[in-house]
């Protein structure tokens, strides 16, 4: 079981940071981004890539949480 949880967040981190620079790579080229990106709605794909970076980082710290506090195997 100890391996499913390092596993398990080994790829949802590898696929949360992959999700979060293909965000970044769509945004402009300035420093603090362009006026016209901070008062935008999101819509189609940037709207999907943006709840599932939200899904992807709750189900990340409930794998964290639950490593951490169920109890070790005592063999």
Known sequence: MDAFFQTATILVSILLVGIILI???GQGS???G???ASFRTRRGVEKTLFQL???LGVVFTLLAILSAVRPPFIF
């Open 23 to 25: 965000q970044v790579r």
């Open 53 to 55: 970076t939200i899904a």
């Open 34 to 36: 362009t006026a016209q």
């Open 30 to 32: 300035g420093f603090f």
